[in-house]
């Protein structure tokens, strides 16, 4: 690749970095003054959170069932099926149903927010809040913003619950394990900086989908087809960023709380 490309490139992806980190530090601001828009932060709540309820749950109980076939299936050849409900319990909490309920979100309310911001964009609507003097980062970015890191911390919770009980299920119908036993290795093997990872990292991960959706969609420049671009965009995105953050994000808590 000629070096004039190589230099372009990194410009861009500096620009686009700056910009993307102008408007996080703007939108957590915004946060924390005046005026609020509470009904459109309800409003978004429903809409990224009450929504994505049904595919978190349907994602979550057979992620558990999936994980407690193949936990009794493998546990068995050492006589270790006591260890199944330890097992679930631990990966559930700490990893699959955080990055899960985030990737089902990333997917379903990433895509959303960029495609209805990059139409609002490409149809001159924020030009025109703008000349009105509306603060479209306060009106359209801290909406969303809180609602995905309201949202995604109690999907997770559902998510984790009912992960377990799809497990609980499994177990329940492929060993001769008392419900109670179960229940009792999930929560006995559970420390606090389990529980503590579990719920900090759909924290981070709300605010990457929210900062990289709007971001995405606020840049669109272009007509209906690049709308659809920007949506797949921000997916890919949040994907990546979602799954390589947890990997540091683990390593930190590990650091800290081994």
Request: glycine share 10%; aromatic share 10%; with cysteine.
């Amino acid at each position: 690749m000629p070096l004039a490309a190589v230099e372009t490139s990194v410009k861009r992806f500096l620009l686009e970095a700056d910009l993307y980190a102008r408007l996080v530090f703007k939108t957590l601001a915004r946060v924390f003054s005046h005026p609020f828009y509470g009904r459109e932060t309800i409003y978004q709540l429903q809409r990224i959170g009450v929504d994505s309820l049904f595919i978190i749950l349907l994602t979550g109980i057979f992620t558990g069932m999936v994980l407690a076939l193949q936990g009794v299936t493998v546990l068995t050849r050492f006589g270790a099926t006591s260890f199944v409900g330890s097992m679930l319990g631990l990966s559930i909490v700490r990893e699959l149903g955080p990055v899960l309920a985030a990737l089902m979100v990333a997917g379903r309310v990433g895509s959303s927010i960029t495609a209805e911001l990059g139409t609002m964009a490409v149809t001159e609507q924020l030009d025109a809040y703008a000349v009105e003097g509306t603060d479209v980062v306060r009106k359209l970015v801290v909406p969303r913003f809180l609602a995905c890191l309201i949202s995604l911390p109690l999907l997770t919770v559902l998510a984790d619950t009912i992960a377990l009980f799809g497990g609980f299920v499994i177990v329940g119908t492929m060993t001769d394990l008392y419900a109670g036993f179960y229940w009792n290795s999930v929560v006995d093997f559970l420390e606090l900086p389990d529980l503590a990872m579990g719920l900090c990292k759909p924290l981070f991960f709300g605010l990457v989908i929210a900062s990289i959706g709007c971001h995405v969609g606020l840049r669109t420049v272009g007509g209906a087809e690049a709308v659809g671009v920007a949506a797949k965009r921000s997916v890919v995105l949040a994907s990546i960023f979602i799954l390589v953050s947890d990997f540091f994000l683990t390593k930190l808590f590990l650091v800290f709380f081994r």
